[in-house]
Structures are given as C-alpha cells and as structure tokens.
C-alpha cells in the first residue's frame, strides 16, 4: 500500500481512471490496525511505563490498547502496562514526553531510550 504525506503535495489532478479498493479492504480496520504506522516488527511490545500524574490523566481518556492498565505507585507516579504495536511512532512518542516518562520494560526499549536520550543530553553539555 502506497502512503503519501498529503501535507507535502501542492497540487493534484483528476485521473481518466476509477481508483481500484483491494478486494476485503476496509479502511478502517487498515487504520486500526496500524496500517498507518511506521512498523519496526510484526510483533506487539508489552509496556510498562512509569508516568508523572499529569501525563497519565490523558491516558485514562485516550487509553495506548484495549488492555492497559494504570496504578499508582507508592511515589505518585502513575504506572502503566500495555500492548500496542512495535513501531517507530510509540519510540518518537516516549521520547516525546522526556522527563515525565520512564520506560521500566521492555528491557531493550528502555536500554534504547536510555541511550537515545544521553545522546541527547551529551549535545547540551
């Protein structure tokens, strides 16, 4: 399936032909799927996340999977388990929330994110 950056194109022009859908495509099961998701593997990482309060109030109303689960910790912290799909976006969002996130599992995810973000800091010293 091809995938353009629709925000990249400056123009566009009608076709002489009628676009073709796959036989069975639904559009979105594709999407919740993950069809549109930078894929590292055709596995699932189970997450296990250490978050500060604030962070996680928004992961109660847009939950990461259907079987996250949220506890608070004996730190105020909020931790949270969950299944979703091992892909590029899920490492660009933790990274995203810096300080405010740890990664307890799974292991190599956190040893990449650990190393990522030293790296970073490394720039600023």
Same mark, same amino acid.
């Given at each position: 399936?091809?995938?353009?950056?629709?925000?990249?194109?400056?123009?566009?022009? &009608?076709?002489?032909?009628r676009?073709?859908? &796959?036989?069975?495509?639904?559009?979105?099961? /594709?999407? *919740?799927?993950?069809?549109?998701?930078?894929? +590292?593997?055709?596995g699932?990482?189970?997450?296990? +996340?250490?978050?500060? &309060?604030?962070?996680?109030?928004?992961?109660?109303?847009?939950?990461?999977?259907? *079987?996250? $689960?949220?506890?608070?910790?004996?730190?105020?912290?909020?931790? +949270?388990?969950?299944?979703?799909?091992?892909?590029?976006? $899920?490492?660009?969002?933790? +990274?995203?929330?810096?300080?405010? $996130?740890?990664?307890?599992? &799974?292991?190599?995810?956190?040893?990449?994110i650990?190393?990522?973000?030293?790296?970073?800091?490394?720039? /600023?010293?």
């Open positions: 399936m091809l995938q353009l950056a629709l925000h990249r194109l400056l123009a566009a022009e &009608p076709l002489e032909t676009a073709r859908r &796959p036989e069975g495509f639904d559009l979105a099961h /594709y999407v *919740d799927e993950g069809g549109l998701n930078f894929t +590292l593997s055709d699932s990482l189970t997450l296990e +996340l250490l978050l500060d &309060p604030e962070t996680a109030f928004h992961l109660r109303e847009t939950p990461l999977s259907q *079987d996250q $689960v949220m506890e608070e910790t004996a730190d105020r912290r909020v931790r +949270l388990t969950a299944t979703v799909a091992d892909t590029a976006q $899920v490492r660009w969002w933790l +990274l995203g929330l810096g300080d405010q $996130v740890e990664v307890i599992s &799974p292991q190599s995810l956190r040893e990449t650990a190393t990522t973000l030293r790296q970073a800091a490394a720039r /600023y010293d």
